[in-house]
């Protein structure tokens, strides 16, 4: 069976990396971004195997899996249901594949609209750095029907070390944010660590080498030593903004479901407090800046 062409809406930092990804593959790519420069760019970058799509509906009409990966709840529905939206173009025996950071009841919503047009739906958020987007090193995180995920499957392993199929629609989403709620304290816990070795005397290259290879020594340590290093001169991977984004989704969903997250809410107060002091487009790598200026000129 012929691979699907793969639309990808949404070409920011880790839709790139997909649309990269796929290209390298040999896959057949449609791009589409609210900025059209940006999309524009990027198949200019990769080549003939990628087009652009002027809007969603047309990206849709022409693949058989539509991927998208945009900033917000409110980004995820207007894509969908706009009147150039991707349910304006699905055609029947597609699959839309829901990959962004959302609530659960918001893919949900998109279900019988989507199931009207003939179409399969997914939500599929990710973890990850782009470096492993672009290497096919994901894991996703896959909510909805077996028969949706084997349409979308040899697209979706193309681009994860491991697909998990966790349940209904919805979980993956579910899923996204209790991954989310450990990678935010994680970061905060790197932060302060680092900061708290540094102010001691502690080379902090050195004191970073140690955290990596303790027992605390997730991936995540290991691909975010630039980041925590070396800020200046380190792109943003994950801004501030997205990390406050998520975690105010985490303490939605807690809300909802009775589940207490306490280390959530402080780590919302640090990300808040690290926009104020550095800017919301910085990664969220930067609580460890703030907390190196909020740190007392003088130790004993």
């Not at 949404?10 to 971004?33: D, H, K, Q, W």
């Not at 529905?77 to 699905?90: E, K, T, V």
């Not at 991954?179 to 680092?194: Q, R, W």
């Amino acid at each position: 069976m012929a691979e699907p062409t793969v639309a990808i809406l949404g070409t920011g930092r880790m839709g790139s990396a997909m649309a990269e990804r796929l290209a390298g593959e040999g896959v057949a790519v449609i791009v589409y971004n609210r900025t059209g420069e940006r999309a524009a760019e990027l198949a200019a970058r990769l080549g003939g195997s990628v087009v652009v799509a002027p809007t969603p509906a047309e990206a849709a009409s022409r693949a058989g899996v539509v991927i998208s990966m945009v900033a917000d709840d409110e980004a995820v529905s207007g894509l969908y249901r706009a009147p150039d939206g991707i349910i304006a173009g699905l055609r029947p025996g597609a699959v839309a594949v829901e990959m962004s950071t959302v609530l659960p009841d918001t893919i949900r919503s998109l279900a019988p609209d989507v199931r009207a047009c003939g179409a399969g739906l997914l939500d599929a958020p990710v973890s990850g750095s782009v470096s492993l987007a672009r290497s096919g090193g994901l894991t996703i995180m896959v909510g909805g029907e077996t028969a949706d995920l084997d349409g979308a499957r040899p697209v979706l392993e193309r681009l994860a070390r491991r697909v998990f199929h966790l349940g209904p629609l919805g979980s993956g989403a579910v899923m996204k944010l209790a991954v989310n709620t450990l990678i935010f304290g994680l970061n905060g816990a790197v932060a302060e660590g680092l900061v708290l070795a540094e102010r001691n005397g502690i080379d902090p290259a050195l004191a970073y080498d140690v955290l990596a290879e303790s027992a605390a020594g997730a991936p995540y340590v290991g691909y975010k030593r630039d980041a925590f290093l070396d800020p200046d001169r380190t792109p943003a991977a994950f801004s501030l903004a997205l990390a406050a984004k998520d975690l105010r989704l985490i303490h939605q969903l807690a809300a909802t479901s009775g589940a207490a997250v306490p280390q959530a809410g402080v780590n919302l107060e640090v990300i808040q407090a690290a926009e104020r002091f550095v800017g919301d487009d910085a990664d969220f790598s930067a609580v460890a800046t703030h907390l190196r200026a909020n740190s007392r000129g003088d130790h004993r």
